[in-house]
């Protein structure tokens, strides 16, 4: 399954190794049974280009290649495959199945995301964050919701952010976001109303963006500073609800926090003991209030 994913998010890619992606996953059931002078005489390609393209999606060579594209092949006969992200209960469905069908969801929508991602890209975003003077999230309907909880998180670690629309004044935010903040923008289309103008503002600034997104394509992501891609299954509009992209986003901002947290593991695990002790025992207690 996972490299299939891979094979979906070509960043930095020729065209010749996106023509061969294409080619492999368009005629997967073929290509699995292919030897390396086959499939290059069907691509039109020759034996090292293919070796290359291997060693770029992480593989030693073609052998471990075939081996991850065999096991994807199986794995996509199986239950997760099969989750439709845009409905994935039928009406026939009893409870358990619904369930199950969104658990598998779930699981399926996180093994997508984490194939999609790049350490580097991971640790550059955790860097703009601690080095940001103020971070302002840009985020509407579902994904301000995530946007909250991430809020919510770095708070507890004294980061403190901005909801750039919670006044309906994102327009006023954007003016006067500096280059010694971050902005982290939220859209799974990639197409929000204003963000491509406000991302254009930020990079003629000089200010350091983030952009979590589901388009390969968006110009919010040709022109952040770190992108973070999650390709989903999941159309724009035609959908029971925006289940895998917003699975999707809450994995990625709780993975970019964890990343925060522990590089000061030690520093936050003795804050949280203080705070702790504080909100239970100390003068923000309820207790404290109660005997005074």
Known sequence: MLILDKLKNL???????????????DHLETVITLNIEQLAERTHMSHSSIVRFAKKLGYNGFKTFKLALLEAFHSKQHTLDTIDANFPFQES???????????NLYINTIKRTQAQLSKKKLNDAVDLILKAKKIFLFARGDSQIRARSFQNKLMKISIFSFIAEEYADESWIAANVTDEDCAIFLSYSGETPFY???????????????????????RLKQMATVSLVSVQEELSFFKIGTF???????????????LIYSRNYTKHLIDLTEKNELLNKGTLSHKYEKNN
């Not at 469905?93 to 658990?103: C, F, K, P, R, T």
Request: net charge negative; proline share 0%.
């Open 93 to 103: 469905d009893d409870s358990l199945e619904v369930a199950e069908n969104i658990s």
């Open 244 to 258: 895998a992209s917003q699975i999707s986003f809450e994995y990625l901002l709780d993975t970019l926090f964890s």
């Open 196 to 218: 491509d103008q406000f991302i254009q503002h930020f990079f003629d600034q000089g200010i350091s963006t983030i952009v979590l997104t589901g388009n390969t394509n968006s």
């Open 11 to 25: 960043e930095g890619f020729t065209n010749t190794e996106k023509y061969l992606a294409h080619y492999i996953n």
